[in-house]
């Protein structure tokens, strides 16, 4: 099988957010869906964890899309612009998505 370059290499990712829970009082809940995590040239990765990024640019820069994501109703939420910046406003989203870039991120350095 032959290697094909892609000009932008985007892989799907389990992502883990982790929110205060609705019912249990004290306690958390863990809420998992897949994100399409865009896969940054070493240069980009480097800078990446260098900098300082507000959470709008931080997510722009690796997020291109969602699965599994859904409002109350059940119904999809397609990735949108809007979308994500409603995401890069809640703190646990931020912190659980981040979280999973890094884990996508180690995972490959580890299996290569």
Do not use: H
């Not at 865009?38 to 800078?47: D, G, H, V």
């Not at 969602?66 to 109350?72: A, F, K, Q, R």
């Not at 612009?81 to 999973?100: F, R």
């Amino acid at each position: 099988m032959a290697f094909i370059k892609k000009k932008l290499a985007v892989y799907p990712w389990p992502v883990k957010v982790t929110k205060p829970s609705d019912d249990k009082i004290g306690e958390f809940e863990s809420i998992t869906f897949t994100v399409k995590f865009i896969r940054l040239k070493t240069s980009e990765l480097e800078k990446f964890e260098e900098e300082v990024l507000d959470p709008v640019q931080t997510l722009k820069k690796v997020v291109a899309g969602w699965v599994d994501y859904t409002d109350e109703d059940g119904k999809d939420i397609p990735f949108s612009e809007k979308e994500l910046l409603e995401i890069s406003e809640d703190p646990d989203m931020v912190k659980g998505i981040t979280d999973g870039y890094r884990d996508f991120y180690s995972n490959l350095q580890v299996k290569n």
